[in-house]
């Protein structure tokens, strides 16, 4: 029916979730079925946008249907509001499209007053419960609809039981209660300079609006965030007549999940409370039983609840939480929901669920949210011991897992102290590419500046390492080995603990629980395999890297970065030398000191890999980030070099940059300075020759020449790296198979792809450059501000995090179709961090990508995600 805002449970169906919400939607279905739900109506998603877009007015025309369907439930239930003999509750829920659980929020029993109270009592012949009940009402509306704080009820109930000498709220009489009701409407009136208010529509009309109100409180914004639901969407309202669990010992309430949330193992999993409201277990005010102890007290109860289990699961063809109430010995469903599970337990219900006949392999691959497998691969703190860590900063959670070790302050001090056997966090205000040997030692990593994309979000997350970046909440001075929080100071060598799957940073060493991949997880992911058609490949420089990678089912290396290989501290010194070289003789002969050691390293990298596709990245970043800063690291160096201190000084000086990131970096300096991509060149085939001379699996290099903005740029590199492989090939008397490619990074590249892909064999996206400048944010200072940008709308995702589709994502169909234009069979991929987050790989997905590249720990997300990709944007 056009512009209608309210149904009925009758009326709805599960299909109708957009605008019932999850808990509507399935409360009409349940009804629909046969089961035992209390009756009700709920008021649709589209009334609370239309609630928001209005300035908060609620609408005669919304008031009317609402009133409509109160006649019909009371004619329906027999009850009506205020009634002195049989008066009808009802409760009033939130309910979204997607399950938010107890983000939102929830009032029980509305429609208690002075006179409907007597009725309950009257009609119940439990004084004691109707005054409970009221007295429950009362706070909850004053807390939800009027903004009193909850505590100020809850320090009187206290206040009752010391006095009396009493523990259990339940051992609390008719009298006490009756008193207690009086000290509470003494509250809301001292509070809010008014009466409670005894007209139960006024209680119900109040009571809809904070509902409302609640879909934009802070904690469901920030779970919203957190698990990327659209603000848009809205909440439903369920009014609901309301069935008591806490009328004596033949009722109750408890909450189940049909299988084990934690494990996904196959039994019934819950807990229940005798004489109690639905609060009471959420909100651990008591201690409940284990659900399976319902069988020794009420054994028709428990029979029915289990079949009506079985029913549910059966219907949804998933894994279900149940919420439900038992009034005098007679069982209501008040709710079912798909039910929130680990990733352990999420792969065990959809592969035990496919066995069982009630989905397919696809329905499965769908069932698993990709972003969850961080919880397999990576170490997480223990529960039990997490409930007493206290929290000292928050940060970025730039790569996940949980980790703990002494603070060090510098990456030569995190070194030692490994070899001394120690676990270390090295903690920086940010680190570069001189901190990789400290970075690799780390235990974990923490900067106080940076983004997700910033140097330690980059490398931590290559290696499967725990950082938290970006963490303005701490101050961080290396040169006194301080680590300062609002509130406490920290020295080298204190514990802290770090969780990079939440960007928590906790004060000392706390418990921590090792992965585990069991058999579903095996056969899930050949499921994934058979579904998905694009590629996954892994960021990796080195041949442990590789064998990790090749262990979570990387199909190559889509971004072999060459930099990390020269900062190990048998080679920077040739690096150095050749950086600071005065003349040509001195830099090749630099080179030449750098060649064995760099063709060894391709060597090694093509033997792990085992004949699949290696694209290596020639030389990036700007020379600068090679040379030491610190005087005494510039003396050594010129003692090295046989050169004055001075001299060496101003020459390291002398090559700073302004703004490094787009200055002399890339296929720049190859333009500058050709010898040092020759040598790269000559390393990267010779090592491929070799492989092959040894009989192993040929390797077809890609080699890829980063950060080309003109087809000018790329033939005269391409020119010079061809002339070096054909005089390799001569030497050799052999030959290889490879590409010769480019990195996609500066905006100019994308809308002269037409031009670029005359000259290149296949493009690879390096989406962090290429929102850097398409955005013009420094990707290493834009976690200062781009939370504030999501915080306030600005921006719905951080674009270093997502590929901002409209964008950057258009850049990218702008050279994929330019480029094919010019070169109908080019290859493309992607290797920026975009690689590896679910949202993003959906995207390459249907622009058409070949294969997505990212850290070896993303490999299974990012094949999950592309999986689910081709379920909803077929491309085969």
Same mark, same amino acid.
């Given at each position: 029916? !056009?512009?209608?805002?309210?149904?009925?449970?009758?009326?709805?169906? /599960?299909?109708?979730?957009?605008?019932?919400?999850? /808990?509507?939607?399935?409360?009409?279905?349940?009804?629909?079925?046969?089961?035992?739900?209390?009756?009700?109506?709920?008021?649709?998603?589209?009334?609370?946008?239309?609630?928001?877009?209005?300035?908060?007015?609620?609408?005669?025309?919304?008031?009317?249907?609402?009133?409509?369907?109160?006649?019909?439930?009371?004619?329906?239930?027999?009850?009506?509001?205020?009634?002195?003999?049989?008066?009808?509750?009802?409760?009033?829920?939130?309910?979204?499209?997607?399950?938010?659980?107890?983000?939102?929020?929830?009032?029980?029993?509305? &429609?208690?007053?002075?006179?409907?109270?007597?009725?309950?009592?009257?009609?119940?012949?439990?004084?004691?419960?109707?005054?409970?009940?009221?007295?429950?009402?009362?706070?909850?509306?004053?807390?939800?609809?009027?903004?009193?704080?909850?505590?100020?009820?809850?320090?009187?109930?206290?206040?009752?039981?010391?006095?009396?000498?009493?523990?259990?709220?339940?051992?609390?009489?008719?009298?006490?209660?009756?008193?207690?009701?009086?000290?509470?409407?003494?509250?809301?009136?001292?509070?809010?300079?008014?009466?409670?208010?005894?007209?139960?529509?006024?209680?119900?009309?109040?009571?809809?609006?904070?509902?409302?109100?609640?879909?934009?409180?802070?904690?469901?914004?920030?779970?919203?965030?957190?698990?990327?639901?659209?603000?848009?969407?809205?909440?439903?309202?369920?009014?609901?007549?309301?069935?008591?669990?806490?009328?004596?010992?033949?009722?109750?309430?408890?909450?189940?999940?049909?299988?084990?949330?934690?494990?996904?193992?196959?039994?019934?999993?819950?807990?229940?409370?005798?004489?109690?409201?639905?609060?009471?277990?959420?909100?651990?005010?008591?201690?409940?039983?284990?659900?399976?102890?319902?069988?020794?007290?009420?054994?028709?109860?428990?029979?029915?609840?289990?079949?009506?289990?079985?029913?549910?699961?059966?219907?949804?063809?998933?894994?279900?939480?149940?919420?439900?109430?038992?009034?005098?010995?007679?069982?209501?469903?008040?709710?079912?929901?798909?039910?929130?599970?680990?990733?352990?337990?999420?792969?065990?219900?959809?592969?035990?669920?496919?066995?069982?006949?009630?989905?397919?392999?696809?329905?499965?691959?769908?069932?698993?949210?990709?972003?969850?497998?961080?919880?397999?691969?990576?170490?997480?703190?223990?529960?039990?011991?997490?409930?007493?860590?206290?929290?000292?900063? /928050?940060?970025?959670?730039?790569?996940?897992?949980?980790?703990?070790?002494?603070?060090?302050?510098?990456?030569?001090?995190?070194?030692?102290?490994?070899?001394?056997?120690?676990?270390?966090?090295?903690?920086?205000?940010?680190?570069?590419?001189?901190?990789?040997?400290?970075?690799?030692?780390?235990?974990?990593?923490?900067?106080?500046?940076?983004?997700?994309?910033?140097?330690?979000?980059?490398?931590?997350?290559?290696?499967?390492?725990?950082?938290?970046?970006?963490?303005?909440?701490?101050?961080?001075?290396?040169?006194?080995?301080?680590?300062?929080?609002?509130?406490?100071?920290?020295?080298?060598?204190?514990?802290?603990?770090?969780?990079?799957?939440?960007?928590?940073?906790?004060?000392?060493?706390?418990?921590?629980?090792?992965?585990?991949?069991?058999?579903?997880?095996? !056969?899930?992911?050949?499921?994934?395999?058979?579904?998905?058609?694009? &590629?996954?490949?892994?960021?990796?420089?080195?041949?442990?890297?590789?064998?990790?990678?090749?262990?979570?089912?990387?199909?190559?290396?889509?971004?072999?970065?060459?930099?990390?290989?020269?900062?190990?501290?048998?080679?920077?010194?040739?690096?150095?030398?050749?950086?600071?070289?005065?003349?040509?003789? !001195?830099?090749?002969?630099?080179?030449?000191?750098?060649?064995?050691?760099?063709?060894?390293?391709?060597?090694?990298?093509?033997?792990?890999?085992?004949?699949?596709?290696?694209?290596?990245?020639? +030389?990036?970043?700007?020379?600068?980030?090679?040379?030491?800063?610190?005087?005494?690291?510039?003396?050594? +160096?010129?003692?090295?070099?046989?050169?004055?201190?001075?001299?060496?000084?101003?020459?390291?000086?002398?090559?700073?940059?302004?703004?490094?990131?787009?200055?002399?970096?890339?296929?720049?300096?190859?333009?500058?300075?050709?010898?040092?991509?020759?040598?790269?060149?000559?390393?990267?085939?010779?090592?491929?020759?070799?492989?092959?001379? /040894?009989?192993?699996?040929?390797?077809?290099?890609?080699?890829?020449?980063?950060?080309?903005?003109?087809?000018?740029?790329?033939?005269?590199?391409?020119?010079?790296?061809?002339?070096?492989?054909?005089?390799?090939?001569?030497?050799?008397?052999?030959?290889?198979?490879?590409?010769?490619?480019?990195?996609?990074?500066?905006?100019?590249?994308?809308?002269?792809?037409?031009?670029?892909?005359?000259?290149?064999?296949?493009?690879?996206?390096?989406?962090?450059?290429?929102?850097?400048?398409?955005?013009?944010?420094?990707?290493?200072?834009?976690?200062?501000?781009?939370?504030?940008?999501?915080?306030?709308?600005?921006? !719905?995702?951080?674009?270093?995090?997502?590929?901002?589709?409209?964008?950057?994502?258009?850049?990218?169909?702008?050279?994929?179709?330019?480029?094919?234009?010019?070169?109908?069979? +080019?290859?493309?991929?992607?290797?920026?961090?975009?690689?590896?987050?679910?949202?993003?790989?959906?995207?390459?997905?249907?622009?058409?990508?070949?294969?997505?590249?990212?850290?070896?720990?993303?490999?299974?997300?990012?094949?999950?995600?592309?999986?689910?990709?081709?379920?909803?944007?077929?491309?085969?």
């Amino acid at each position: 029916m !056009e512009n209608k805002y309210v149904y009925s449970f009758h009326e709805g169906k /599960k299909e109708m979730k957009s605008l019932l919400g999850g /808990k509507g939607a399935n409360l009409a279905e349940m009804t629909n079925i046969g089961l035992p739900v209390p009756s009700g109506f709920t008021i649709t998603t589209a009334a609370c946008i239309r609630y928001y877009d209005e300035n908060k007015i609620l609408w005669n025309e919304l008031l009317d249907e609402i009133h409509d369907q109160l006649m019909g439930l009371e004619k329906r239930i027999g009850k009506s509001f205020s009634d002195e003999n049989n008066p009808l509750l009802v409760s009033v829920r939130s309910g979204s499209v997607f399950s938010m659980p107890g983000m939102m929020d929830t009032i029980l029993n509305l &429609g208690l007053n002075d006179i409907s109270v007597k009725g309950l009592a009257n009609s119940t012949g439990n004084e004691r419960f109707a005054y409970d009940s009221y007295r429950r009402f009362i706070q909850m509306f004053s807390d939800v609809a009027m903004g009193i704080p909850k505590v100020r009820f809850e320090s009187l109930l206290e206040e009752m039981k010391e006095n009396k000498g009493i523990i259990e709220d339940t051992d609390l009489n008719a009298e006490d209660l009756k008193v207690l009701v009086e000290k509470y409407k003494e509250v809301y009136l001292n509070e809010l300079n008014e009466e409670f208010p005894q007209d139960p529509i006024k209680q119900l009309e109040l009571s809809i609006k904070a509902v409302f109100d609640s879909w934009n409180n802070p904690r469901a914004k920030v779970y919203r965030r957190l698990h990327n639901i659209s603000d848009n969407l809205g909440t439903a309202v369920n009014v609901q007549s309301m069935v008591f669990g806490n009328m004596g010992d033949t009722s109750g309430t408890g909450v189940a999940f049909t299988r084990n949330p934690a494990t996904g193992e196959n039994h019934l999993f819950g807990e229940y409370l005798i004489n109690a409201q639905g609060e009471d277990v959420v909100a651990g005010i008591r201690t409940p039983d284990e659900i399976s102890h319902l069988k020794d007290i009420m054994p028709e109860v428990y029979d029915e609840f289990v079949k009506i289990t079985h029913t549910l699961e059966n219907h949804y063809k998933d894994m279900q939480d149940i919420e439900f109430t038992i009034e005098n010995g007679k069982l209501y469903i008040l709710q079912t929901r798909n039910g929130k599970r680990t990733a352990q337990a999420g792969i065990r219900v959809a592969v035990d669920l496919v066995h069982e006949g009630l989905i397919n392999k696809e329905e499965a691959i769908m069932r698993v949210e990709p972003n969850q497998l961080n919880q397999l691969l990576h170490p997480t703190f223990a529960e039990s011991t997490l409930k007493e860590a206290i929290i000292i900063a /928050k940060g970025l959670a730039a790569s996940p897992g949980a980790t703990s070790g002494k603070i060090y302050f510098h990456a030569d001090d995190v070194v030692e102290a490994k070899a001394r056997g120690e676990r270390a966090i090295l903690v920086r205000q940010e680190t570069s590419p001189e901190d990789i040997e400290g970075m690799v030692a780390a235990e974990g990593i923490l900067t106080a500046r940076g983004g997700m994309t910033s140097h330690a979000a980059v490398v931590a997350r290559g290696m499967g390492k725990c950082c938290v970046a970006g963490c303005s909440d701490i101050r961080v001075s290396e040169e006194t080995k301080i680590m300062r929080t609002k509130d406490q100071t920290f020295n080298e060598g204190d514990f802290i603990s770090l969780d990079g799957s939440t960007g928590i940073v906790y004060k000392g060493d706390i418990e921590k629980v090792q992965p585990t991949l069991g058999g579903s997880f095996g !056969e899930f992911m050949e499921w994934v395999d058979e579904v998905r058609v694009m &590629g996954v490949r892994a960021n990796a420089d080195n041949p442990k890297d590789a064998a990790q990678a090749l262990e979570f089912g990387a199909e190559g290396i889509g971004l072999c970065r060459t930099e990390h290989m020269f900062f190990e501290e048998t080679r920077v010194m040739s690096v150095r030398k050749m950086i600071l070289a005065t003349t040509l003789e !001195e830099r090749k002969s630099a080179l030449d000191e750098l060649l064995p050691v760099q063709r060894q390293d391709f060597y090694e990298l093509y033997e792990a890999m085992e004949g699949k596709p290696v694209t290596v990245r020639l +030389l990036d970043p700007p020379l600068h980030e090679f040379l030491p800063v610190k005087d005494e690291d510039i003396k050594e +160096l010129a003692e090295a070099m046989n050169v004055s201190f001075d001299d060496l000084k101003d020459r390291v000086e002398g090559l700073a940059e302004f703004n490094p990131m787009l200055g002399h970096r890339g296929c720049r300096l190859a333009v500058t300075y050709p010898e040092i991509y020759r040598m790269q060149v000559r390393a990267i085939i010779e090592a491929a020759i070799d492989i092959k001379e /040894k009989g192993h699996e040929d390797i077809y290099p890609e080699i890829m020449i980063p950060l080309i903005g003109h087809i000018n740029e790329l033939k005269y590199v391409k020119d010079e790296v061809l002339k070096e492989i054909n005089l390799v090939f001569e030497e050799r008397n052999n030959t290889v198979k490879y590409m010769i490619g480019t990195m996609l990074e500066v905006p100019r590249a994308a809308i002269t792809a037409d031009e670029i892909a005359t000259e290149a064999e296949f493009f690879s996206f390096g989406t962090n450059d290429l929102t850097q400048m398409g955005f013009g944010f420094s990707r290493d200072d834009a976690g200062k501000f781009l939370n504030e940008y999501v915080e306030k709308g600005i921006f !719905e995702k951080d674009p270093f995090q997502e590929i901002d589709r409209a964008g950057v994502g258009k850049l990218m169909e702008i050279a994929i179709e330019y480029g094919r234009k010019t070169n109908p069979n +080019l290859k493309l991929g992607i290797c920026g961090e975009h690689g590896g987050e679910p949202n993003s790989v959906e995207f390459c997905h249907q622009i058409g990508l070949h294969y997505v590249s990212c850290s070896p720990f993303r490999i299974p997300i990012a094949k999950l995600a592309a999986a689910q990709a081709e379920v909803n944007y077929p491309r085969s």
